[in-house]
T-cell receptor, first 112, second 112 residues
Framework: DTGVSQNPRHKITKRGQNVTFRCDPI?????LYWYRQTLGQGPEFLTY????????KSRLLSDRFSAERPKGSFSTLEIQRTEQGDSAMYLC??????????FGNGTRLTVT | ELKVEQNPLFLSMQEGKNYTIYCNYS?????LYWYRQDPGKSLESLFV?????AVKQEGRLMASLDTKARLSTLHITAAVHDLSATYFC????????????FGTGTRLQVTL
């Protein structure tokens, strides 16, 4: 098991462009989470899936943000019309019902 | 809204010394997590505390939870340089681990 995998590791985009990130969780984990972390801060919750169902969404997740987990395996996080304030590290995590969250290495987004 | 506060935010300590990091939270919860993050890396799970009075120890780190005081501590014994990192506590107020609220982190620097 290679852990939680996120792609790409880095993304630089111009303001107004759309970006999509991918997360592959640990295979036996049915729970998947997206968090956002800015410099010097703790991770902030964005959304949570159990299998393919999106059960929790943060108020941080504006209408420009959408996440999917179509078959209960990998997940994508899309940001439309990016803004400079979206620059952050986007972290994906997965867990089973009895395990703590296992985090991936994140996707660092820079919006210029 | 759940608030999670850590102190100190920054801690510089000499090798061999002992110190405690505090994590206070604002709402009832009996599930608390401690994570470690090295610069540029993702978060590594250290401890999961699931009940009042829970105490977990791993090497030079010991974590405890007092749910009545809404307080968790991370005690460092005889610090070594390898412990230099940022430490986060995270509180689960849902009871289902569907959403964690992280503290702002404590940056620990252990000097020779």
């Amino acid at each position: 098991d290679t852990g939680v995998s996120q792609n790409p590791r880095h993304k630089i985009t111009k303001r107004g462009q759309n970006v999509t990130f991918r997360c592959d969780p640990i295979s036996e984990h049915n729970r998947l989470y997206w968090y956002r972390q800015t410099l010097g801060q703790g991770p902030e919750f964005l959304t949570y899936f159990q299998n393919e169902a999106q059960l929790e969404k943060s108020r941080l997740l504006s209408d420009r943000f959408s996440a999917e987990r179509p078959k209960g395996s990998f997940s994508t996080l899309e940001i439309q019309r990016t803004e400079q304030g979206d620059s952050a590290m986007y972290l994906c995590a997965s867990s089973s019902i009895i395990s703590p969250l296992h985090f991936g290495n994140g996707t660092r987004l820079t919006v210029t | 809204e759940l608030k999670v506060e850590q102190n100190p935010l920054f801690l510089s300590m000499q090798e061999g010394k002992n110190y405690t990091i505090y994590c206070n939270y604002s709402t009832t919860s009996d599930r608390l997590y401690w994570y470690r993050q090295d610069p540029g890396k993702s978060l590594e799970s250290l401890f999961v505390l699931l009940s009042n009075g829970a105490v977990k120890q791993e090497g030079r780190l010991m974590a405890s939870l007092d749910t009545k005081a809404r307080l968790s501590t991370l005690h460092i014994t005889a610090a070594v340089h390898d412990l230099s990192a940022t430490y986060f506590c995270a509180v689960d107020a849902t009871g289902t681990a569907s959403k964690l609220t992280f503290g702002t982190g404590t940056r620990l620097q252990v000097t020779l």
